[in-house]
T-cell receptor, first 116, second 114 residues
Framework: GAVVSQHPSWVICKSGTSVKIECRSL??????MFWYRQFPKQSLMLMAT?????????EQGVEKDKFLINHASLTLSTLTVTSAHPEDSSFYIC????????????FGPGTRLTVL | EDQVTQSPEALRLQEGESSSLNCSYT??????LFWYRQDPGKGPEFLFT???AGEEKEKERLKATLTKKESFLHITAPKPEDSATYLC???????????????FGKGTLLTVNP
């Protein structure tokens, strides 16, 4: 149980375009989903927290207009990187929590974004 | 500010050579401490959650312990397939907002040679 999927697993796009990444909880209802970014040989940095049906809470320094998060249902959250630039190239990972397992987060496999 | 420090940054072991990884933390109010394993190019895989000092949990060759200042991940007789980055994360109480936010350490890269 507690499986989280992400799509796509990797994406290459041109500078200035937008990219959408999907995060799904496959076998449980995720009341809260999290989006992280991880640069090579660095740890995970939380970008934002989203609760189903409400606006995401962004961490300090993360541009909410650039990284659009939608958590439309208890099993799906999306992250859209708008007007992507090469410095947005990174490994994006989502996690999901049902809350009832004392706050444990289960992570997706990640999405590698490369902006040319 | 919540801080999580993992040591060593990298550790090389021979197969069968037991050792421990350290995670020290400075937080305002610990709700839980989490250990994850991460393979290259993959998302973190959940290992353990510890909630109170003195608590211990085991899974196969891994054992996690917790004190008021740090946590240890003990690896007994490791095998090459245990090679990965091990991440420690703390969850603290927040007034308002999400109480499930995790703050991660930088991880320990473990390599087990056959």
């Amino acid at each position: 149980g507690a499986v989280v999927s992400q799509h796509p697993s990797w994406v290459i796009c041109k500078s200035g375009t937008s990219v959408k990444i999907e995060c799904r909880s496959l076998d449980f209802q995720a009341t809260t989903m999290f989006w992280y970014r991880q640069f090579p040989k660095q740890s995970l940095m939380l970008m934002a927290t989203s609760n189903e049906g409400s606006k995401a809470t962004y961490e300090q320094g993360v541009e909410k207009d650039k990284f659009l998060i939608n958590h439309a249902s208890l099993t799906l959250s999306t992250l859209t990187v708008t007007s992507a630039h090469p410095e947005d190239s990174s490994f994006y990972i989502c996690s999901a929590s049902s809350g009832w397992v004392r706050g444990e987060q289960f992570f997706g496999p990640g999405t590698r974004l490369t902006v040319l | 500010e919540d801080q999580v420090t993992q040591s060593p940054e990298a550790l090389r072991l021979q197969e069968g050579e037991s050792s421990s990884l350290n995670c020290s933390y400075t937080v305002s109010g610990l709700r839980g401490l989490f250990w994850y394993r991460q393979d290259p190019g993959k998302g973190p895989e959940f290992l353990f959650t510890l909630y109170s000092a003195g608590e211990e949990k085991e899974k196969e060759r891994l054992k996690a312990t917790l004190t008021k200042k740090e946590s240890f991940l003990h690896i007994t007789a490791p095998k090459p397939e245990d090679s990965a980055t091990y991440l420690c994360a703390v969850q603290v109480y927040h007034s308002g907002g999400s109480n499930y936010k995790l703050t991660f350490g930088k991880g320990t890269l473990l390599t087990v040679n056959p």
